[in-house]
């Protein structure tokens, strides 16, 4: 039987999220941090995958999904940093695994350079302080330019066009209905503060890789780097200076995945992290027993 999670909600931070509890309690701790743009559903097939190993918490950042938006619309990597620290505070987890992809990874970055006795180890999904412009400026371009539509089917068209690496059915059954809501005039929109589809982020390009940079330099975590093989936002040249940066840090390309790794090919980045943590020792009865 597939695991099935529990909707859970905690303050933290001044603001109420949202997350989704997979597995036993009593089981060692992994936190998943998604995507701009994106939910805690991003993770589902992983986080059922990964259920009977850990207890994983996937929850919806400051201003995505069915957390809250920021009042002042403070969205930057330390705050959102924070934000993990107060989450995982609240939880009363004290060590535990991280997992981000994109934003998340940036600040599961800043997170773990701050924190390095909270991190067992460190998954970082297509992010580092090099990303590629022309990648980025293709995704804010389809969140400026796509903000309402008439129904869920013209919703699953527009996200298909830009990513048809996923079946149109899946985007409908799936994409569709946990990263949409429907407005007041029967529209529907993203469930993320319109901050993100303003072009706000990713800001100074330069600020952000020095920041970045000099967190990953802080790590010392095993850390795994995980990449699209053909994602155009994370080149390969942006991977190699990212495990420069950190010690020891190990690298798993993606077959048929762009920059949403885990959607595109969930089978392959299933087996990237599995492979990972099997090897470390993570997925045994005698794992990481003080986590938590």
Request: aromatic share 10%.
């Amino acid at each position: 039987m597939t695991p099935q999670p529990t909707d859970r909600f905690v303050h933290a931070n001044g603001l109420k999220f949202h997350y989704l509890a997979w597995g036993s309690a009593d089981r060692p701790p992994l936190v998943l941090l998604h995507g701009v743009g994106q939910t805690c559903h991003t993770w589902d097939f992983f986080s059922a995958a990964m259920a009977p190993h850990f207890h994983v918490m996937a929850f919806d950042q400051r201003g995505h999904g069915d957390s809250d938006w920021a009042p002042e619309r403070d969205y930057s990597r330390n705050t959102m940093a924070n934000d993990v620290a107060a989450f995982t505070a609240a939880l009363g987890l004290n060590r535990f695994f991280l997992a981000g992809m994109s934003m998340g990874g940036m600040n599961s970055l800043v997170f773990t350079a701050g924190h390095p006795q909270s991190v067992e180890a460190l998954v970082v999904v297509d992010i580092g302080p090099r990303i590629e412009k022309e990648g980025v400026r293709h995704i804010r371009d389809f969140m400026f330019n796509n903000r309402e539509f008439n129904d869920l089917d013209e919703a699953a068209a527009v996200i298909h066009r830009f990513n048809p690496r996923r079946p149109l059915e899946a985007i409908r059954k799936f994409t569709c209905v946990y990263n949409l809501k429907q407005l007041p005039s029967g529209k529907w929109t993203w469930k993320y503060d319109t901050y993100f589809s303003d072009g706000h982020r990713p800001g100074d390009v330069q600020a952000m890789h020095d920041q970045l940079a000099a967190a990953a330099r802080r790590i010392r975590c095993p850390t795994l780097l995980v990449k699209g093989a053909e994602s155009d936002v994370f080149s390969l040249d942006g991977a190699r200076e990212l495990q420069q940066l950190i010690p020891d840090s190990e690298f798993s390309l993606v077959a048929k995945a762009g920059h949403s790794v885990m959607g595109d090919n969930p089978a392959g980045f299933e087996a990237a992290v599995r492979g990972f943590y099997g090897k470390k020792g993570y997925l045994g009865d005698d794992r990481a027993k003080n986590s938590g």
